[in-house]
C-alpha cells in the first residue's frame, strides 16, 4: 500500500487540492475529508491529478459525490491536469466528460 500525499492550498479565492500517488480503497478517505472541508471553504475547488498514480472505483466515487456535492450547493470542482492513468480511468467508465478539466490555473 502506498500513501497518498495532500496538499492543501488556498489562493486568489479558490481551494487547491494537489495530490500524489494513489485514489484508491486505501486512501480514498483521505481524499473524501479534504474534498469536503475544501467545499465548505470555497465557492471553486481544483484537484490537480498531475500526480496521481493510480486511480479506482472507490476514488472515482469520491470525486463523483464531490461534484454533485458542488453542482447542489452551486460550487465548482475542476479536475487540473489529469494524468494519463486518471484519464483513463475516468474514460473507461464513462464519467470523464461530467468532470471540467483545466490543463493549468490560468484556464480558470
Known amino acids: 500500500m502506498t500513501q497518498l500525499d495532500i496538499v492543501e492550498r488556498e489562493e486568489e479565492g479558490r481551494f487547491l487540492l494537489l495530490l500524489s500517488g494513489p485514489v484508491n480503497s ?16 470555497s465557492p471553486l475547488v481544483v484537484v490537480d491529478l498531475e500526480k ?10 469520491v470525486l463523483m459525490a464531490a461534484l454533485d456535492d ?7 470542482l475542476v ?17 470523464a466528460e461530467r468532470f471540467p478539466v483545466a490543463e493549468n490555473l490560468r484556464e480558470l
Open 52 to 61: 496521481v498514480t493510480n486511480l479506482s472505483s472507490a476514488g472515482i466515487g
Open 79 to 95: 479536475l487540473l491536469r489529469p494524468s494519463e492513468i486518471v484519464r483513463l480511468a475516468l474514460d473507461s467508465t464513462g464519467f
Open 70 to 76: 458542488a453542482e447542489a450547493e452551486g460550487k465548482r
Open 26 to 41: 486505501y486512501t480514498y478517505t483521505d481524499l473524501q475529508e479534504k474534498l469536503g472541508k475544501a467545499l465548505a471553504l
